[in-house]
């Protein structure tokens, strides 16, 4: 099994910047982050390959978050710019350890999961 910690959460003002961190502990396949806001169902944010050559992006998120990866590290990446009240939310990171897709971007396509990581914007 592998184990996933995130690292990064916090405050930030509206229009501010923060970048999210999620090291795993072996090797995986697509990786993603979802997140998910009180009192609404978890939902998915980014995802990238393997390789890196493949990304995905929630629209609400798209042109203001940036997802990477270092497989030498086992670790990826997202960094959130121009945040907004509506981001607020638990960030959760994910792993796709088997590698049955490609490129992996739902929910149930992801069998490791983190502990999660608070991000909360102010107006």
């Known amino acids: 099994q592998v184990q996933l910690v995130e690292s990064g959460g916090g405050l930030v003002q509206a229009g501010g910047s923060l970048r999210l961190s999620c090291a795993a502990s072996g090797r995986t396949f697509s990786m993603g982050w979802f997140r998910q806001a009180p009192g609404k169902e978890r939902e998915f944010a980014a995802a990238i390959s393997r390789s890196g050559d493949m990304t995905s992006y929630v629209d609400s998120v798209k042109g203001r978050f940036l997802i990477s990866r270092d497989n030498a590290k086992n670790t990826v990446f997202l960094q959130m710019n121009s945040l907004n009240p509506e981001d607020t939310a638990v960030y959760y990171c994910?792993?796709?350890?088997?590698?049955?897709?490609?490129?992996?971007?739902?929910?149930?396509?992801?069998?490791?999961w983190g502990q999660g990581t608070q991000v909360t914007v102010s107006a």
């Open positions: 994910a792993a796709d350890v088997r590698g049955v897709q490609r490129f992996a971007t739902t929910l149930w396509e992801y069998d490791s």
